[in-house]
């Protein structure tokens, strides 16, 4: 485990293997910055990450970067900017890093270590100096409601009891410099915690952190229990303390990596327009929303700070690798945890992260003795609906381990062979995302709708199951041999 513990080093890191470019000229934050990088996701093979040093209207020597967590441009190393960020090779395979960040589930938790001072307190601004209009803030996408002032940082929050931080991504948007507003939906934890605080009538205590190490986001997007901080998980994962520091205005601590502290309370009430913003699902959005109010108080940053920014859209972006990844990380976990024989679940990052595969072992049978394959599957699809990102899988396909469930080459051929048009099936209606857009409007405004699990595995050995014609399915040992002492390529 190799932890990259700031950004600026992440960066030159991204920089030595080639995935990084830098942007001098000078960009419009309206529009033109994020279409530069969205431009590159969209590519066949993903752009290098966009630095971009010249903003117009930003402070001279703020930077901003776009796709900090997105695939990578290195060739045969798609993982490679996850990987990176948490502490992984930089060839690791998507089975690699969801099984570290699994085992990461068990470890003893290690809380966060306070340490006394950080570099983004360099520039401490209170009052009117704590504005957001000298940071280079974009408009994401033709037809947001806005700039969106969060996309890829840690929204840092505390149960009034003060037993429990959260630390999670949501977008929040820029209404001016003083304010902005943000999604607060159930049942995320920082939806759970603003109840909490809406109950004992008391506006809640927030800090927005910018650019933290990179691995922060990643298990800041990840659906981890409630009552389970974020920080404690990652120091799990790397065998060591998160350093923080403690707030200027309100009652936290806070990532000492960050680049940029946003601190304030959020209001009581849902009292600003939010959105519309292009979202995950890969639409330009239409939808608005009454949502709660983040006064700012005071904003600490490093002198040239980097603001990261996702103009989230069409996959593959930082949702679907982040996002994605944590759900494929609490869906193993707790799969496995309930003792269901499971080899790996997977959320195809192509599907906009609405699809769960599990792959099962070939002995699963001998396990679960008297159970159909149906039931089982049923069983999983009750795990992944039952946890905290249920809402967002409309489908689950439960399927032999034969197949690998990040090659999309493999997924696009099991599917049709072996899930039956109409048959073998079960369908639950149930929580949804409202942001899912394969659901009718009125679904969306219940958020309840049907979702569907597929028992696509195969039939027991010797009872109709055909086996698979490639070279290692249908051809004897000895044919293979002999084809191989002559194999080149
Ligand atoms: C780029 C990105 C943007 C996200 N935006 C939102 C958002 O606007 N609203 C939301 O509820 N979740 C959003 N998420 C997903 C949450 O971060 C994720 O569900 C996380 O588990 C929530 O934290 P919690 O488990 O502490 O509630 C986003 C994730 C990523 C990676």
Redesign the pocket.
Known sequence: MKRIDNLRDYIERLRELGDLCTVDHEVDPYLEMAAFARRGYDQPIQAPAPLFTNIKGAKPGMRALGAPGALSSIPNCPAARVALSVGLPVDSTWRQIVEALVASRSKPKIPPRIVATAPFQQNILRGEAATLDIFPIGTLHEGDGGPYAN??GTIVVRSPDGRWT??????IEKLDGKRMT??F?KP???RMIWDMWVKIGKPMPFAVCQGCEPGL?FV?????EDWIS?SDYLGAHFGEPIDVVRCEVVDLEVPASSEVVIEGHVSLKNDSLEGPFGE?QGYEANETGMQPTYHIESISHRDGAIWPF?P?GRPID??HT??GL?FSVEGLGLLREAGLPVTLAWTPFETAVSWMLVTVPSDWREKLPNTSSMDFAKKIAAIIWGS??GHCMEIVYVLDDDIDPTDMKDVLWAIPTRCHPTDRQSVEVGPILPLLTCYSHKEREAARGPKIVHDCLLPEDGKGRARVSSFEGVYPEDVRRKVMAHWKW
């Open positions: 996309t890829w959260s630390w999670s991504i949501a977008r943000g999604l939906q995320q934890h920082i986001p800041s997007a990840m659906p981890l974020e995950y996702i989230e930082e949702f982040c996002a944590g905290l990102f």
